[in-house]
């Protein structure tokens, strides 16, 4: 387990073993550890002289004996602070260099990638709000609206992130209003008239785009703030003009 530990935070298998083995004996000459952890002399040897110049090992020669013995296991602590400084400053050197791009598209398939889609106006602050535009009947499926009771709403609910929906024409009137029913959800018929085989997910920068009739599920996300309000756009002119009755 310790050796598992080890290899987690840099080791390799060769050095864990060398460490545990004089771990082990306490303090000891370089025959020992060879003899007792079953490596090659050679493989030994380089260990030690990384552990030494790691100061994780002290070295102490007597009448031309050299011994061996571990050092503070803290110095692991000290090491790995120093490796963390040095990825922030090549993180913070990297971003001289780096330009954000302020668009991104992503396109992906199945009932997965609507959840996952979906799932993402979870990181969304508080006081946010989710904005579907013309979720259809595929919407309630049994495995998506599964999701949508067990997981999705119960998160969005704990973090205070508000819901709105305005669902095809096509849908129970039992969905509206259980949806009207749930904290910092509503819900809406789109406009008479319109019928949406796809539909858009609006949250933030964020537009996710479904299309259930494919076969697997398509979705497009794009993340342009520009294309999330223009799309907001369009949710609030249906919203003006939905009922919550067919």
Not at 121 to 135: D, N
């Amino acid at each position: 387990m310790l050796a598992e530990d080890l290899i987690k935070i840099g080791f390799s298998k060769n050095l864990a073993t060398v460490y545990l083995t004089l771990l082990k004996l306490g303090k000891a000459r370089a025959g020992e550890i060879i003899k007792q952890s079953g490596l090659q002399r050679s493989v030994v040897y380089s260990a030690l002289e990384e552990f030494i110049e790691r100061e994780l090992v002290s070295k102490v020669e007597e009448k031309n004996v050299a011994t061996f013995s571990l050092n503070n296991p803290e110095n692991l602590i000290k090491e790995n602070k120093e490796k963390e400084e040095k990825i922030k400053a090549a993180i913070l050197e990297i971003k001289k260099w780096h330009t954000p791009t302020p668009r991104e598209v992503t396109v992906s398939e199945g009932l997965d990638a609507i959840m996952r889609a979906t799932d993402r106006s979870l990181l969304a602050p508080k006081g946010e709000t989710m904005y579907v535009l013309g979720a259809p009947a595929a919407n309630v499926q049994p495995e998506l609206d599964k999701h949508w009771h067990d997981y999705y709403h119960k998160i969005r609910i704990k973090k205070g992130i508000n819901f709105k929906v305005l669902f095809d024409r096509q849908v129970e009137q039992t969905v509206v209003d259980y949806r009207n029913s749930m904290p910092g959800s509503e819900a809406k018929f789109m406009p008479e008239g319109l019928e949406m085989p796809i539909w858009f997910n609006i949250c933030m920068d964020v537009v996710s785009i479904m299309v259930p009739g494919e076969d697997p599920p398509l979705v497009f996300t794009i993340k342009s703030q520009p294309t999330a309000e223009a799309i907001k756009k369009y949710f609030d002119y249906f919203w003006s003009r939905g009922t919550k009755r067919k």
